[in-house]
C-alpha cells in the first residue's frame, strides 16, 4: 500500500499568442511521462477570462482529453468553481468525469475569489455562499435520489431524475478548498476532505487543519481518509540553480495572484502580496532532492498529508525545465514519498 500519494498540477496556461495546439501535445507528454513514472494523480484547475495576457484551456474538456494518456492515474478536479455553476450542469458532468475515468477521480471545490468571474456568471457579491452550498447540495440529491425537486432563481427541479449516475457511490470523493473558518466548517459539513492551498504557510494548515477536525467532531463525523495539500515545487540539480530557473516564473504568478484579489481571502499575515524571497519561505519547496525531501517532511510529519499535488510548471517557464524537475522529482521523491509514513490526523495539533 502506497504510503504518500504524489499528483502533478497540470497547466495549460499559456501567454497569448502561443500555439495552444503545440502546448496541448506537450502537456500530453507531461501525462505520459507521469504515468510511465509512477505519479498516481493529475490535476488541472479552473478559472475563466484570464487576466494578464495568458490564456488556458477550460478544465473539464481538457482533463477529459488527458484521461486517454493516463492510465490508472487518478483524474483529479482542482477546482471546479461551484458558485459559478448549475447544480445540473456540475452533476452531469462530474458522473460524465467518473465513468471516464472508470471511478478513478476526486472532485474538488472552491468558492472562487475574483470579481471577474463572479461578474460573468451573474453571480452577485452576497449569493456566492449561497449559490456554492446550493450547487453541491443538489448536486449530491441528484447523484443519490430517484426524484428531486427544488426551486431557486438559478435552478427549478420538478421530480427530476438524473439517469447518468456516478460509478462512485455515492458520488467521487468531495475535496473541499476553504481558507476562512466559515469555509472550513462548510468543508466539515459538505465536503471529504479539506484540501491545503499552496499559498499558506505550514503553520496556518494546522491551525485550520484543528479548526476542520473540531468541526467533524462537533458534526458526529468520522476523520477523512484523504488529507491532501498542493505544493509549488521545483526540483533542480542544486538550491541556486533551482531558484534561478524556478523564481522568476514562480514569482510572476504570485503576482498575477495578488493582482486576481486571492489576498482577499487571506489573513493579514499570510498575504502573499510580498517579494519572493518572503513568500519563498515556508511555503515552496525549491532545491535538490535532498533539499526538496527536508521541505516535504514538516507536511508529512506535523501535518499529516496523505497525498501531496505538486506544480513544477509555472506560466511562461520552458516545458525542458519543467520536464527536468519532473524527472528528479520522478526518481529522487517518488520512491521515498510511497514509502513514507504520515502522522495520523488524530495526532496532528496547531500547536
Known sequence: ????????????????????????????????????????????????????????????????????????????????????????????????????????????????????????FGVRKGQRVQRFEECLTVAKQLWTLDKVSYESDTCIL????????????????????????NAIRR?????????????????????????????????????????????????????ATAMALAGPYISEKYKAYAQWESDKAMPEHERIDKSFEELVQDRFVIGSPEDCWEQLQPYIKELGVTHFVFRTHFLGMPIANAMASMKLLSEELLPALHSATPTPLEKVTAA
Open 1 to 120: 500500500m502506497l504510503g504518500v500519494k504524489a499528483g502533478i498540477m497540470l497547466s495549460n496556461q499559456q501567454f497569448e499568442g502561443v500555439d495552444m495546439v503545440k502546448a496541448l501535445d506537450e502537456q500530453i507528454v507531461v501525462v505520459r511521462q507521469a504515468r510511465d513514472s509512477g505519479w498516481d494523480s493529475y490535476f488541472a484547475g479552473q478559472h475563466y477570462l484570464n487576466e494578464g495576457g495568458n490564456q488556458g484551456l477550460q478544465m473539464v474538456p481538457y482533463l477529459a482529453r488527458l484521461a486517454a494518456d493516463a492510465g490508472d492515474m487518478t483524474l483529479g478536479v482542482g477546482l471546479l468553481l461551484a458558485p459559478l455553476h448549475n447544480p445540473v450542469y456540475t452533476a452531469e458532468t462530474i458522473a460524465t468525469l467518473d465513468v471516464i475515468s472508470r471511478g478513478n477521480m476526486v472532485f474538488g471545490v472552491g468558492l472562487g475569489y475574483r470579481t471577474a468571474e463572479f461578474e460573468a
Open 158 to 181: 420538478r421530480d427530476a431524475h438524473l439517469s447518468l449516475r456516478c460509478v462512485q457511490k455515492p458520488h467521487p470523493p468531495i475535496w473541499f478548498a476553504a481558507k476562512h473558518p
Open 187 to 239: 468543508a466539515a459539513q459538505l465536503g471529504d476532505c479539506l484540501y491545503h492551498s499552496p499559498k499558506a504557510t505550514l503553520a496556518t494548515h494546522k491551525e485550520r487543519l484543528t479548526l476542520y477536525k473540531e468541526a467533524l467532531r462537533k458534526s458526529g463525523k468520522p476523520l477523512p481518509k484523504e488529507n491532501p495539500c498542493r505544493i509549488e515545487i521545483y526540483c533542480a540539480k542544486d538550491r
